[in-house]
């Protein structure tokens, strides 16, 4: 399976800010997915990365909200942007599995607590 | 709209004696389901695959079954340790696409 590396693992934030995640991966993938997972909730795909265009966004997620950049096959950014408390939860970052039939790697999350 | 539904109560065993969570889903009829185990702070890691014409996936002390016709998966762990504690989340494949979806978890306590 591949290896993902996150950063930052946590960070608490100001109302307003905005905060980078960053995602690294051990080999090359075609697809990079970005979820987030709110208290208590299950995990929610914000959007899909592929790298040389446009991230594709799931419904209820917008670019300006949450801006990502794929510059290579194996790294990727999610930017949480004018943050507010109801932003704070668990960003994860999770390529496909070598061995197919959608199985998913995650990383080990990034949590944002936003005050 | 897909919906899955697994127990939100947290489901707490003596140790050595077979945990059993359910997972039920609603609306369409998936080629295939995962669970995943998450443990605090950590991200989800696969554990099984079950494909709409298998029965019934053994891995180890892991057990899981397919019931289509229910619409339901029973994911059994035998003989379970303290170690077995953690989130565990059952995922299907969207209709019609590959983005895949998780249930919310149900939090197992193994009790030593």
């Known amino acids: 399976s591949a290896v993902i590396s996150q950063k930052p693992s946590r960070d608490i934030c100001q109302r307003g800010t905005s905060l980078t995640i960053q995602c690294q991966v051990d080999s090359q993938v075609t697809m990079m997915f970005w979820y987030r997972q709110q208290p208590g909730q299950s995990l929610t795909l914000i959007a899909t990365a592929n790298q040389g265009s446009e991230a594709t966004y799931e419904s209820g997620f917008v670019i300006d909200k949450f801006p990502i950049s794929r510059p290579n096959l194996t790294f990727s950014t999610l930017t949480v942007s004018n943050m507010s408390p109801e932003d704070s939860s668990i960003y994860l970052c999770?390529?496909?599995?070598?061995?197919?039939?959608?199985?998913?790697?995650f990383g080990a999350g990034s949590r944002l607590t936003v005050l | 709209s897909q919906k899955i539904e697994q127990n939100s109560e947290a489901l707490n065993i003596q140790e050595g004696k077979t945990a059993t969570l359910t997972c039920n889903y609603t609306?369409?009829?998936?080629?295939?389901l995962q669970w995943y185990r998450q443990d605090p702070g950590r991200g989800p890691v696969f554990l099984l695959l079950i494909r709409e014409n298998e029965k019934e996936k053994r891995k180890e002390r892991l057990k899981v079954t397919f019931d289509t016709t229910l619409k339901q998966s029973l994911f059994h762990i035998t003989a379970s340790q303290p170690a077995d504690s953690a989130t565990y989340l059952c995922a299907l494949p969207p209709p019609g696409g590959f983005k895949t979806i998780f249930g919310a978890g149900t939090r197992l306590f193994v009790k030593a």
């Open positions: 999770s390529v496909e599995d070598y061995s197919g039939a959608n199985v998913l790697t």
């Open positions: 609306n369409y009829s998936p080629a295939y």
